[in-house]
């Protein structure tokens, strides 16, 4: 295991150690200025070894901050991240902040050289040491992130999707054990997204790498991520697997973020029928559209969505926005009953 010799080595519990490789207890990070900010607010939480994590949430909600306090760019004002045990070390303790065994692609390429070569700005990683290792080991990584029919360009004329494949492949160079991504697929037009994805998938089953990456897009994270965290002012309102988030959130936050639902107080909800003491999501996928006349639901507007619409139903006191196929348009205006098929209850009425 890589180790720095500033590292602390204090044993936690083997049970965590055993699944958790990076461990977050009690983070806290302020920042201030002309106004104070809380951008991490008192967080703990586990990582799972040779496994996506991702981190989601809107803009501002701390993810950044997160990640750089995970790979020690930040010092915490309170509490410590540790990887396999190990304290990470920040910029107090190491010229070059981080974990030996941990790399980051920060947002917006801002180490790559746009001017050099795609090879030079990768094999630049390897000592010269050892001229032949350090040919081979660069062929291979820029067969691994498929790139390597770029090798003689200039990073300045590749497209953004090229671009964080050599950022990616700069970061595996010397085979780290963790790589933290922010923001990965931002500049990757969205055709190219999914091919990129399923690369990184393949890397970690074949190498066992641990990868922790940030999105504001929760969509482009549901297929790829094997953990979700989410993030909201500075906390952690749920974690999970995608699925478990998606079907059953522990926030309406969560919902929303994933799912796009609607979120109703009880007595919004009771416009429904539908009798709880707390907040309620229905997902746009669970309701149903049937016109009639007598209603006195109908549909308020209709956003043109491809493949789907969504159709805003209800009145005055109430709307909703749900999934309804193409093929079968009634009109704006038309009376509609409104069929709830599932929802979700929230354990307190959170917003
Ligand atoms: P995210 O990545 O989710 O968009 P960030 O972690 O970048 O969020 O930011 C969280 C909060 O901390 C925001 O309110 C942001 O304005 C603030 N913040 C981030 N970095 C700094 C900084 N260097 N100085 C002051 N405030 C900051
Ligand atoms: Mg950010």
Avoid at 3 to 18: A, E, M, R, V
Avoid at 233 to 257: E, F, M, Q
């Amino acid at each position: 295991m890589a180790t720095t010799s500033s590292c602390k080595y204090i044993p936690t519990d083997t049970q965590k150690l055993d699944v958790a490789a990076i461990h977050g207890e009690n983070l806290t990070s302020i920042f201030t200025g002309k106004k104070e900010v809380i951008a991490v607010d008192n967080i703990s939480f586990d990582i799972e070894e040779k496994k996506i994590t991702a981190i989601i949430g809107e803009s501002g909600s701390g993810k950044s901050t997160l990640l750089k306090l995970i790979y020690g760019l930040l010092e915490p004002n309170d509490g410590e991240v540790r990887y396999k045990g190990w304290l990470v070390p920040t910029r107090k303790d190491k010229l070059i902040p981080g974990h030996d065994a941990m790399k980051m692609v920060s947002q917006g390429f801002d180490d790559l050289n746009l001017y050099a070569k795609v090879w030079d700005n990768i094999a630049s990683q390897l000592p010269n040491t050892n001229i032949e290792y350090k040919k081979e080991r660069t062929e291979k990584t820029l067969k691994k992130l498929k790139i390597d029919h770029l090798t003689q360009q200039r990073v300045a004329d590749l497209s953004g999707g090229e671009r964080q494949r050599v950022a990616i492949a700069r970061a595996l160079i010397n085979d780290p054990e963790v790589l933290l991504m922010d923001e990965p697929f931002n500049q990757v037009d969205a055709a190219f997204r999914d091919g990129l994805q399923q690369d990184i998938k393949q890397i970690v089953v074949e190498t066992g790498l641990t990868v922790v990456l940030i999105s504001h897009d929760p969509a482009e994270v549901l297929a790829m991520a094997d953990t979700l965290i989410v993030m909201r002012n500075g906390k952690i309102v749920d974690a999970g697997n995608p699925k478990n988030l998606y079907y059953k959130p522990k926030h309406p936050y969560t919902a929303i973020l994933l799912a796009k639902s609607n979120i109703l107080t009880p007595p919004q909800a009771s416009k429904l029928n539908i009798h709880q003491n707390n907040t309620i999501a229905i997902h746009q996928e669970w309701i149903d559209v049937i016109a009639n006349q007598n209603s006195n639901f109908s549909i308020l507007d209709i956003k043109f969505r491809g493949f789907y619409s969504e159709y805003v139903v209800g009145n005055k006191e109430i709307a909703l926005h749900a999934i309804v196929k193409t093929e079968t348009p009634i009109p704006i205006g038309t009376g509609v009953d409104i069929k709830i098929l599932n929802f979700i209850s929230f354990e307190a009425q959170l917003l």
